[in-house]
């Protein structure tokens, strides 16, 4: 069973359109993610929720807005998307707190280019 | 920028050598961890160091951390095909907000 699954895996949409990636946990943790890598690999935290509230919300443009319905589960919605946001985003989850003295467990990434 | 760095950026080995990967940081930290991505997939976690500590071994894994040089290598011994991937140094600095802070990355091919 998959830990951390992200839907959907690849995402082809064109420059101002509306898109969401979901993502959902069954490891009962309390704490996840959303992390951007981009085309050089390096990989930024873009938000982080414990217990359906958010802790961490980097320098991340309005456009991109998460929402936690419940603590299984943490889905991204991107505004107007532009081509920059081409990337690949991963969700993750962490046992407590803010993760920083636990494992992170990564979903398998979601695939985004913005023609 | 608070982020580590990798060196080599990459890394192409023989199978059955070994392979050391670097990682240096900047500022204290609370701990360190090191992670491995293979191509298209998501990050796994590998081993996690301690800043009390100075050395950790996990099967064919060993990683050093030097907290005065402000360094952790991460050395693969009787590397493998299935070993390359990406591996990525993860850093939780102290004062950062308790988030972890991941490296540049050392891309590593182990040939047959």
């Known amino acids: 069973d998959t830990a951390v699954s992200q839907t959907p895996k690849y995402l082809v949409t064109q420059m101002g359109n509306d898109k969401s990636i979901k993502c959902e946990q069954n490891?009962?943790?309390?704490?996840m993610y959303w992390y951007k890598q981009d085309s050089k690999k390096f990989l930024k935290i873009m938000f982080s929720?414990?217990?359906?509230?958010?802790?961490i919300n980097e320098t991340v443009p309005n456009r991109f807005s998460p929402k936690s319905p419940d603590k299984a589960h943490l889905n991204l919605h991107i505004n107007s998307l532009e081509l920059g946001d081409s990337a690949v985003y991963f969700c993750?989850?962490?046992?407590?707190?803010?993760?920083?003295?636990?494992?992170?467990?990564f979903g398998e990434g979601s695939w985004l280019t913005v023609v | 920028s608070q982020q580590g760095e990798e060196d080599p950026q990459a890394l192409s080995i023989q199978e059955g050598e070994n392979a050391t990967m670097n990682c240096s940081y900047k500022?204290?930290?609370?701990?360190l961890q090191w992670y491995r991505q293979n191509s298209g997939r998501g990050l796994v976690h590998l081993i996690l160091i301690r800043s009390n500590e100075r050395e950790k071994h996990s099967g064919r894994l060993r990683v050093t951390l030097d907290t005065s040089k402000k360094s952790s290598s991460l050395l693969i011994t009787a590397s493998r095909a299935a070993d390359t991937a990406s591996y990525f140094c993860?850093?939780?600095?102290?004062?950062?907000?308790?988030?972890?802070?991941f490296g540049t990355g050392t891309q590593l091919k182990v040939e047959l």
């Open positions: 490891l009962g943790h309390d704490t």
């Open positions: 993750a989850s962490s046992p407590s707190g803010t993760g920083s003295r636990y494992t992170i467990y």
């Open positions: 500022t204290s930290i609370n701990n």
């Open positions: 929720y414990n217990n359906k509230e958010l802790i």
């Open positions: 993860a850093s939780d600095y102290t004062g950062g907000g308790n988030k972890l802070t």
